[in-house]
Each structure stands twice: as C-alpha cells, then as structure tokens.
C-alpha cells in the first residue's frame, strides 16, 4: 500500500518528517486481519529504534480487537496528519484556477510487536509525563492506588511498530506560478490558520524544470 505523491509535494528529509509526527502525534493507525480493516486513532510515542531505525509505540483497549489483529498480521500503517484547510481560486493571481485543498501527511509503515507488562507501565508513564507538563501540578501514574493501577494496565495492550518506511506528502500550493502560494499563505494567515500557512513557507514552490 503506498499513497499518491507528485514529486513537487514529496517530502524526503527524514529529520523532517520525524519532527512532523513527533508534533502531529496523534495519529491514525490501520492494518488488516481476518475481520477485515481495523483503524484505531491513538497518541504515539516516536522513538529512536537504534542503528537509525525508528520505532512507534502506542496502546489501544483491549476491548477493541485491533491489538488481536496487529499479533495475527503486524504490518500496519499510522498516518500523521497536519494542518490543513480549504483553497479559493480566488486568492491566486494566475488563472484559470480551481479550488484544491492543502495539507500534510505522513504515512509511517511497519510491523508491529506486542509490548510485556514492563513495556507497557513505561509507555503509560512516558506518554502521562509528555501530556502532563503543563499541569501544576501534573496527573502522576504512581500516584494511583495499586489495584486500581493495575485495573487500568490490565485493560489496554501495547505495542511498538518498527518503521520499515516512511512516506511524506505535503500539498502547500508548490505547484502554483509566481505569487500564488505566498497569497495563500496570506490568506491562510488572515482566516486564523497560521500553522498552515507557516508550514507553507517552510516549503516553498520549487522548479517544475
């Protein structure tokens, strides 16, 4: 399975994507099994998975069979979304022109392994700790009763997926002649989604040579 990327929207910069998901965390994960297609949005952890590799970590209920499936087949996909938002023709300079939609995506695919009791406690802390932060004071996981801590690991499975290979799409106006993409961006600005638009000028329109 891979996704459709014309090359002015393809993005390589491994550093790039990996700051992408890191930021857009929350993500989509789908796999298949013998149900059919399972897809599940949940948090991710992106972690260094050693010698370069890449490893997402992530839990789901253990009521939802999604987990069932990962361990009957663990190729699976999550996909990073960023910011995105509506097009008008009517902010470019060059026409004729048609309304689009921008955005950016990552697809991060892989197989999954099931994660011990030890594993899991970790991911739970990590991910409380991540979201916590800004808290005063924080949600703490040790600060749980015992058997209700342990209820709590009992009803969620954990998993890490190996990255075997990322795929990074981000559709921000490269395509349009002279102006258009920085009026775009303007006008994102000026409608409140200034994410987009920054994203935007961090990739610029590139050659079509």
């Known amino acids: 399975m891979t996704i459709y990327i014309p090359p002015l929207f393809r993005v390589e910069d491994r550093r790039a994507l990996v700051d992408f998901m890191e930021r857009h965390a929350f993500a989509t994960l789908v796999s298949a099994g013998a149900l059919g297609i399972h897809v599940s949005h949940i948090p991710f952890l992106v972690e260094d998975g050693g010698e370069g590799g890449l490893r997402l970590v992530g839990h789901v209920a253990r009521a939802n069979d999604h987990w069932k499936a990962l361990e009957d087949d663990p190729q699976a996909i999550a996909i990073?979304?960023?910011?995105?938002?509506?097009?008008?023709?009517?902010?470019?300079?060059?026409?004729?022109?048609?309304?689009?939609?921008?955005?950016?995506?990552?697809?991060?695919?892989?197989?999954?392994?099931?994660?011990?009791?030890?594993?899991?406690?970790?991911?739970?802390e990590r991910l409380s700790a991540r979201y916590e932060a800004g808290n005063a004071p924080p949600w703490r996981m040790d600060a749980l009763p015992e058997e209700f801590r342990r209820g709590m690991m009992n009803a969620v499975a954990g998993f890490a997926?190996?990255?075997?290979?990322?795929?990074?799409?981000?559709?921000?106006?490269?395509?349009?002649?002279?102006?258009?993409a920085e009026r775009v961006a303007e006008a994102l600005e000026a409608r409140g989604e200034s994410e987009l638009a920054a994203l935007m000028r961090v990739h610029p329109a590139r050659s079509r040579g």
């Open 161 to 180: 997926i190996e990255v075997e290979r990322l795929e990074g799409k981000f559709k921000l106006s490269q395509n349009r002649p002279g102006r258009d």
């Open 80 to 124: 990073f979304n960023g910011p995105h938002g509506y097009v008008s023709p009517t902010w470019y300079e060059h026409h004729p022109s048609v309304p689009t939609w921008n955005y950016a995506v990552v697809h991060a695919h892989g197989r999954a392994r099931p994660l011990g009791e030890a594993q899991l406690a970790a991911l739970l």
